[in-house]
């Protein structure tokens, strides 16, 4: 596709280059690639970095499919435009006409089907022949703007009757120079009746597959290089026209590139270098251009200084090939250009720092950022995620040597917000990653459960939960949702562990302990303390047996039952048994020993 005349680098192109994504690709080593008879290499090189240029693509072409009508009979073929803009096409015109449609023929409508195709439908009814026509793609809408190309085919309109004709080729197969990578189609197209039947070779070897007037190429290379034939064959005989397919080599002429533009380290010397080969006795001229000037070089080399590759000499940088075998002019001063913008990578004057953040806060990294143009800055978590980005406006171009303090926030941090974060700034030079920082989460604030329980009115009782998270931690007990202080039975009211000393049964109830610290605060679980009077005991002899019991027991509990002859003695209690208290809660203990002539009393303790 033909850029319409420039001769200044748009500024258009400099407004995008803060949103383009960085590409770079490893193009492939220089090969020495031989010319078939008839046909030649066009080659790039360059020293020190990949040239590249926005040349046309010469690979572009019209095709239209099937190639021939005839009188009468409903017709249905499609125009297809091939070339490395191909994809970028977003309106065509016909004689000056947007499509639309357009009355190709009598009897025969063109109309637009999208991207790079046209369909032709309708039954021929005019003047037998050949119809020639001009195709103009654009990738503007409404045929106006940005890129254009402009190619032409025929369609050939036959009669229906008469008797058999022999093949003519009426639309010769055209030479066509492509770029390496580019997608090639090929197009003729022979009168005849029966309707000849096509097929392709490569010089003398039979391209299986190809059965049609048109050729596609996908993605051409230096071997794709050489005569093509198209042959048209039918009961009366062959036909057949044969055209030169010359590739060319360009390092840098990525042909999805935006303007193919090249975008060069400011202040490292290059050398853009220029090749065409087709025979040994060819003789080739250069002459190279800068914005369309002449800068007086004539050889098929341009080196650049490192002080004439700043950024105030970025532009266009044109080379135009002429060659001449014998008496013919085969490359007739066709022009590529190729656009550099020089620049400055970005760098990091000083590191962003380790961050301690509670869930919740707004977590801001920073960092100064040095020379560069047109930066990009990612915030990447652990090397991977992606948080944060923004785009920055050029720096000085003439020098790279502003300098930025630059903050990215992390808002609302969670737990899972802990990690290493590095900045990644990129531009169209180059790339530079941060060290790592760390951002470090304070840890959760949780508690345990205190534990509910059941005890005798007398007891003591003890609660204690045990916290974790950042310290220090403050604590407040409360019963039944209400906040306790320190006095009487109760102490350790704003500690971790609450004291009832002794309990009675109006202390039961629930208890639970809030833990504060600097992250928040948690609310424990409620245990619930239940405190029951000591049970009353009953005492009853059958035979020589003493049966001591009682019920509201606390169970498992332990107990013990003692006896004493004599109650003035204090230490006269001696333990008859020691037991636990069922589920149930019922105490009941018989004393089978009790048959003496001594009076005994008997007294239960609970530990």
């Given at each position: 596709m033909k850029l319409k005349t420039r001769n200044r680098l748009s500024l258009a192109v400099a407004g995008l280059l803060p949103f383009m994504p960085i590409l770079r690709s490893t193009l492939p080593a220089m090969e020495s690639a031989g010319s078939p008879t008839g046909a030649w290499v066009l080659r790039w090189t360059v020293g020190v970095a990949i040239c590249g240029y926005d040349a046309i693509s010469r690979a572009s072409s019209v095709a239209i499919s099937p190639p021939s009508a005839t009188i009468g009979v409903p017709y249905s073929g499609t125009v297809t435009y091939s070339g490395g803009h191909a994809g970028a096409v977003v309106s065509m015109s016909v004689a000056g006409s947007c499509l639309g449609s357009h009355t190709l023929a009598p009897g025969l409508t063109m109309t637009y089907s999208g991207v790079n195709t046209a369909n032709v439908i309708g039954t021929p009814s005019g003047t037998l022949g050949t119809v020639p026509f001009t195709v103009t793609v654009y990738d503007g809408y409404s045929c106006t703007g940005g890129l254009t190309d402009t190619r032409s085919t025929s369609l050939i309109i036959q009669n229906s009757g008469g008797g058999p004709v022999a093949p003519s080729m009426?639309?010769?197969?055209?030479?066509?120079?492509?770029?390496?990578?580019?997608?090639?189609?090929?197009?003729?197209?022979?009168?005849g009746n029966p309707t000849p039947k096509y097929y392709w070779k490569q010089g003398i070897s039979l391209i299986s597959g190809a059965t049609n007037n048109t050729l596609l190429i996908s993605g051409a290379q230096l071997a794709d290089a050489g005569v093509y034939t198209l042959y048209a064959s039918n009961s009366q005989g062959q036909a057949n026209s044969a055209c030169d397919l010359t590739m060319a080599l360009t390092p840098g002429s990525n042909i999805l590139a935006l303007l193919y533009t090249n975008y060069f380290v400011a202040g490292t010397p290059v050398t853009m270098s220029s090749l065409i080969t087709n025979v040994p006795s060819g003789v080739n001229t250069y002459s190279w251009q800068y914005n369309n000037s002449s800068i007086g070089v004539t050889t098929s080399n341009l080196s650049l200084t490192a002080a004439q590759t700043v950024p105030s000499k970025s532009g266009t940088y044109s080379v135009t090939f002429n060659s001449v075998v014998g008496s013919t002019t085969v490359v007739d001063n066709q022009q590529y250009n190729s656009y550099w913008i020089f620049g400055y990578p970005p760098s990091i004057a000083s590191q962003?720092?380790?961050?301690?953040?509670?869930?919740?806060?707004?977590?801001?990294?920073?960092?100064?950022?040095?020379?560069?143009?047109?930066?990009?800055?990612?915030?990447?978590?652990?090397?991977?995620?992606?948080?944060?980005?923004?785009?920055?406006?050029?720096?000085?171009?003439?020098?790279?040597?502003?300098?930025?303090?630059?903050?990215?926030?992390?808002?609302?941090?969670?737990?899972?917000?802990?990690?290493?974060?590095?900045?990644?700034?990129?531009?169209?030079?180059g790339s530079i990653t941060s060290s790592a920082a760390s951002l470090t989460m304070a840890s959760p604030l949780s508690v345990t459960a205190p534990q509910s329980q059941t005890n005798y009115a007398g007891k003591n009782v003890s609660l204690s939960v045990t916290a974790s998270g950042a310290a220090p931690f403050a604590y407040q007990w409360q019963k039944g949702g209400v906040g306790l202080a320190n006095g009487g039975a109760i102490s350790g009211a704003t500690t971790n562990a609450l004291s009832i000393a002794p309990a009675m049964v109006t202390d039961s109830g629930s208890y639970q302990v809030i833990v504060t610290n600097t992250v928040g605060s948690v609310t424990s679980s409620v245990a619930v303390v239940s405190i029951v009077p000591v049970p009353q005991f009953a005492a009853s002899l059958a035979g020589n047996n003493v049966t001591?019991?009682?019920?509201?027991?606390?169970?498992?509990?332990?107990?013990?039952?003692?006896?004493?002859?004599?109650?003035?003695?204090?230490?006269?209690?001696?333990?008859?048994?020691?037991?636990?208290?069922?589920?149930?809660?019922?105490?009941t203990f018989t004393d089978t020993n009790s048959a003496t002539s001594v009076e005994r009393f008997y007294r239960v303790q609970f530990p």
């Open positions: 009426t639309v010769a197969p055209q030479s066509t120079l492509a770029q390496v990578g580019s997608d090639v189609l090929l197009s003729g197209g022979a009168s962003p720092a380790a961050q301690n953040a509670n869930p919740g806060d707004n977590v801001t990294f920073s960092f100064t950022l040095g020379g560069g143009n047109y930066p990009a800055v990612f915030l990447y978590q652990n090397q991977t995620n992606l948080v944060a980005q923004t785009n920055l406006p050029a720096y000085n171009p003439a020098t790279g040597a502003s300098t930025t303090n630059l903050s990215l926030t992390i808002a609302n941090v969670t737990q899972a917000s802990q990690g290493s974060y590095t900045f990644v700034v990129t531009n169209f030079w001591l019991s009682a019920a509201g027991g606390v169970a498992g509990s332990n107990y013990v039952v003692q006896v004493s002859t004599n109650l003035a003695n204090p230490a006269g209690w001696a333990p008859l048994q020691t037991n636990v208290v069922p589920p149930n809660g019922s105490i």
